[in-house]
């Protein structure tokens, strides 16, 4: 089993800036993967970013927040991070991270789940 808890969502004006946090326990954390994943009210949830455990820490960004979101994990903490800059009204939603077998934009293929932090951008 392994437990994730996100933290570091709020409410924030355009163009600010906020960090996440994914805390992940268990016996076998640290050999997942890291997928962070977005749901607006009546919209699908969405791929965000990815980061591997393994290879140096490979990273993913669906296209819409390249540039402004940046993926990292300290391994020693099991924390991976979002840090999200340059933040728009669009990037409203609750945030997941999740732990699976790979980096994969598909939320289904994932086997563990925080409980979600919103993020409120106002315009």
């Known amino acids: 089993q392994v437990q994730l808890v996100e933290s570091g969502g709020g409410l924030v004006q355009a163009g600010g800036s906020l960090r996440l946090s994914c805390a992940a326990s268990?016996?076998?954390?640290?050999?997942?993967?890291m997928g962070w994943f977005r749901q607006a009210p009546g919209k699908e949830r969405e791929f965000v970013s990815g980061?591997?455990?393994?290879?140096?820490?490979?990273?993913y960004y669906t296209d819409s927040v390249k540039g402004r979101f940046t993926i990292s994990r300290d391994n020693a903490k099991n924390t991976v991070y979002l840090q999200m800059n340059s933040l728009k009204p669009e990037d409203t939603a609750v945030y997941y991270c999740?732990?699976?077998?790979?980096?994969?934009?598909?939320?289904?293929?994932?086997?563990?789940w925080g409980q979600g932090t919103q993020v409120t951008v106002s315009s």
């Open positions: 999740a732990a699976g077998v790979k980096v994969l934009t598909n939320p289904q293929l994932y086997d563990y």
């Open positions: 268990g016996r076998t954390a640290s050999s997942y993967a």
């Open positions: 980061i591997s455990w393994s290879g140096g820490g490979s990273t």
